[in-house]
């Protein structure tokens, strides 16, 4: 298996505009986590699926922020409208029935 | 509130020295620990994990950690670092329950020297 994929890997946009990031979970696995790494908050889950429903939205930061995962092979994080504080690495991860998670390499998003 | 501490934000080690990692984390009756490494402009891997046994886990790359319930701590060790192993070390808890949220600590730096 290729791991779980994230596009895209960098994304600059302007404030204001729509961000779309993308996760194609690891085949088989039921559970899909979203993260968001900074260095002043470190690691926060933002939120997570099972089975494509979403379970615990408690860290989404703003109405801004939604996520979707229409089947089990694809999920998105939306920002709209973003700002330069959204500026982060987005890790998407997910897991099968057990608590270990794999990592995609993430998205770098920078709101300028 | 449940919460993982990693007081060391950097950690810096000669190379073939022996190293610690320092990871805490508040009490609950059921706990699964993981250590994470994240090299440069990558993401998260798994090095080890306790979820029930043994309490000394031997993970990849020659590291191990020790769950100890009394102190609520899961350092991490490795006898001989190598310069390969300068990355960012999380550690993270799921905390028993309905829930399957992983929280992480703030990460500490493994700055390995020449």
């Known amino acids: 298996d290729a791991g779980v994929i994230q596009s895209p890997r960098h994304e600059v946009t302007e404030m204001g505009q729509e961000v779309t990031l993308r996760c194609k979970p690891i085949s088989g696995h039921d559970y899909l986590f979203w993260y968001r790494q900074t260095m002043m908050r470190g690691l926060e889950l933002l939120i997570y699926?099972?089975?494509?429903?979403?379970?615990?939205d408690s860290g989404m930061p703003e109405d801004r922020f939604s996520a979707k995962m229409p089947n089990a092979s694809f999920s998105t994080l939306k920002i709209q409208p973003s700002e330069p504080r959204d500026s982060a690495v987005y890790f998407c991860a997910s897991s099968l029935l057990g608590p270990e998670a794999f990592f995609g390499q993430g998205t770098r998003l920078t709101v300028v | 509130a449940q919460s993982v501490t990693q007081l060391d934000s950097q950690v810096p080690v000669f190379e073939e020295a022996p190293v610690e990692l320092r990871c805490n984390y508040s009490s609950s009756v059921s706990v699964y620990l993981f250590w994470y490494v994240q090299y440069p402009n990558q993401g998260l891997q798994l090095l080890l994990k306790y979820l029930s046994g043994s309490t000394l886990v031997k993970g990849i790359n020659g590291f191990e950690a020790e769950f100890n319930k009394s102190q609520t701590s899961f350092h991490l060790r490795k006898p001989s670092v190598h310069i390969s192993d300068t990355a960012e070390y999380f550690c993270a808890v799921l905390y028993g329950g309905a829930t399957n949220k992983l929280i992480f600590g703030t990460g500490t730096l493994l700055a390995v020297q020449p």
């Open positions: 699926f099972n089975n494509n429903v979403p379970i615990d």
